[in-house]
Each structure stands twice: as C-alpha cells, then as structure tokens.
C-alpha cells in the first residue's frame, strides 16, 4: 500500500460543482502539502500545513481551501469548479526533523473540469 | 523574482552518459533538489545538494555551484527505465520549493 494515498484518482466534474479531493498518509509525518501540476509549468503549491492546527496559503491558493482533521488527513476542496483548475492535483508529505525536507508524493489526481 | 530554469526536452541513447542543467534564482537559498517523475506517476526523490560540489548516488550525480545559481544531473550508463522528467527545485529562504516545469528525458535504443 502507498505510504500517501490520495482519492479519488480521477475525477470529472462540471463548472460550479463542489469538489474534494483527500489525501491521507501513514507516514507519521507532521507536514502535508497540496500542489498542482500543469503541462508546461513546474508544480505549484496550494496550501500546506505544518500541523494539525497550522493552514497556511502557497502561491496559487484563490478558489481553493483545505481542512486538516487529523496529522495523517489532510483534504483540498474546491468550492464552484471551474474548468482552469482542470490539473493534475498531488498531496505531499515531509518530516520536520529531516535536514533535506525531502517530500514524498502521493499517486495523484486527475480533475477534469468541464 | 524567483526562477527556475532548465531545458524542455532531452534524448540520449542506451548506455550514453546525460547532463540535465538547471539554473536558479530564489529568494535566499536552503538547498537545489532534483526529482524524476515517469509519466503519469508521482515525482520521487533523487538527489539534495546544499553545498558546492558532486554528490554521487549510483549512476546519479548532482552538481551544485551556488555562486553561479547552477545545478546539473549527470545520469549514466543510461538505460530505457530512465526515460522520465528530471524537476529541478530550489529551497528558497522559506522553505518553500520553487519548481522548474520539468525536462523530458527521451532515451533511443
């Protein structure tokens, strides 16, 4: 089993439609991340969250919003899809005590929006 | 600002030796990671330089000058599994990652 796991792994919706996407990890690390990745573009952080009580935005954070419910859970919404946030969605994990911040992935996932 | 450069696409042949480039402009600077993601899956972890000099790990070396905000991926004795992205990222003085749009490594028998 994928040490990060993310649902659902595909996803097509339509504008205006509530989405969400959840990631949980059995990593036992305390920081998680929500980036999207683009053809063309390096991936792009959303939000991440350093604990279970700490949020905070990454450069493209506009028309999204996350909830950590737990140190292992944490989920990205999307409050009225729209289609420029059809991507490729992952959640990332790394450990604080680690000196490189390494991060780990998990498989992803694909919105479509239409 | 902040940037992250390296080329789009690359080919190499079977058993050749590759260097991947990247240069980098941040914000303050913790440290350039390199990460390989095959397609449609997750990237995974390669290599973390901090210091100026060759780190070597199998048939992967990274190479890092910070006074010239430059990194290369050197991937040897190549073989078809390589055939993947190569994603440069620099650790800025936040710690936040800043991250290059990826170079398509396309490997020929």
């Known amino acids: 089993d994928a040490d990060v796991t993310q649902t659902p792994r595909n996803r097509i919706t339509k504008t205006g439609k509530r989405i969400m996407l959840e990631c949980s990890q059995t990593?036992?690390?305390?920081?998680m991340y929500w980036y999207r990745q683009d053809p063309g573009l390096g991936l792009r952080l959303i939000y991440y969250?350093?604990?279970?009580?700490?949020?905070n935005k990454g450069e493209i954070s506009d028309g999204y919003s996350v909830s950590r419910q737990a140190q292992a859970k944490f989920s990205l919404s999307l409050e009225s899809a729209i289609p420029n946030q059809t991507a490729l969605y992952f959640c990332?994990?790394?450990?604080?005590?680690?000196?490189?911040?390494?991060?780990?992935f998990g498989e992803g996932s694909r919105l479509t929006v239409l | 600002g902040q940037n992250i450069d390296q080329p789009t696409e690359m080919t190499a042949t079977e058993g050749a030796i590759v260097q991947i480039n990247c240069t980098y402009q941040?914000?303050?600077?913790?440290?350039l990671f390199w990460y390989q993601q095959h397609a449609g899956e997750a990237p995974t972890f390669l290599s973390y330089?901090?210091l100026d000099g060759l780190e070597e790990k199998g048939r992967f070396s990274s190479f890092l000058s910070r006074s010239k905000g430059y990194s290369y991926l050197l991937l040897k004795e190549l073989q078809m599994k390589d055939s993947a992205s190569y994603l440069c990222?620099?650790?800025?003085?936040?710690?936040?990652?800043?991250w290059g749009a990826g170079t398509k490594l396309i490997i020929k028998p």
């Open positions: 330089n901090v």
């Open positions: 941040t914000s303050g600077f913790n440290g």
């Open positions: 990332a994990t790394s450990d604080r005590d680690r000196d490189t911040g390494e991060l780990f």
């Open positions: 990593k036992g690390h305390d920081r």
């Open positions: 969250s350093f604990d279970v009580k700490d949020i």
């Open positions: 990222a620099g650790m800025d003085s936040n710690y936040q990652l800043i």
